[in-house]
Nanobody, 128 residues
Framework: VQLQASGGGLVQSGGSLRLSCTAS????????IGWFRQAPGKEREAVSC????????HYRDAVKGRFTISRDSARNTVYLQMNSLKPEDTAVYYC??????????????????????WGQGTLVTVSS
């Protein structure tokens, strides 16, 4: 499975970006997809996840109300819509796929190590 994250870029504080996560040769439908980020000098942190059942969503507190994760099964893509961006959102963003336990379940892995497949990352830079 090859995941590809895209959509990053440079945006001013308060602006918006939409990240996309696509897969080659594998349907993302009904699996948990997570978005993570890693800022320079900091540890990777979970941002959001969409589960495999009813597409229930989860967010870290710092992005609640600003970010929205969604799935478009027809395009085999998971999006992360990021609004009201802040300089502290600056990071490389990664999408990840969990296939062993998440199919059809209302469950998202808590730890990044539980995801089996990762995209290459896309850089988001928010200027003040």
């Amino acid at each position: 499975v090859q995941l590809q994250a895209s959509g990053g870029g440079l945006v001013q504080s308060g602006g918006s970006l939409r990240l996309s996560c696509t897969a080659s040769g594998f349907s993302l439908e009904s699996y948990a997809i997570g978005w993570f980020r890693q800022a320079p000098g900091k540890e990777r942190e979970a941002v959001s996840c969409i589960s495999g059942e009813d597409d229930s969503t989860h967010y870290r507190d710092a992005v609640k109300g600003r970010f929205t994760i969604s799935r478009d099964s027809a395009r085999n893509t998971v999006y992360l819509q990021m609004n009201s961006l802040k300089p502290e959102d600056t990071a490389v963003y990664y999408c990840a796929l969990e296939i062993t336990r998440s199919y059809g379940r209302d469950w998202c892995p808590e730890m990044g190590d539980e995801y089996e497949y990762w995209g290459q990352g896309t850089l988001v830079t928010v200027s003040s």
